[in-house]
């Protein structure tokens, strides 16, 4: 429902047991396409700070257009 309304989940799964993993995955699929566009799953904690300094590009990427 959130997808449809514009908003954008972004979900990380570090460290997380598979059940963690599988519930994030659902958060954050989106269910009219099935992408997985803002799921992360870092390796590490290198992996992890790349993670989000991705997450943070896109969320700045979004201030602008708006």
Not at 31 to 43: H, I, M, Q, S, V
């Amino acid at each position: 429902i959130a997808h449809r309304e514009g908003v954008i989940i972004f979900g990380i799964a570090f460290q997380a047991p598979a059940a963690g993993q599988t519930a994030i995955r659902q958060c954050v699929s989106n269910r009219d396409n099935g992408t997985l566009a803002n799921y992360f799953e870092p390796a590490n904690g290198n992996a992890l700070q790349e993670d989000f300094r991705k997450i943070a590009s896109q969320i700045n990427a979004l201030k602008l257009l708006q």
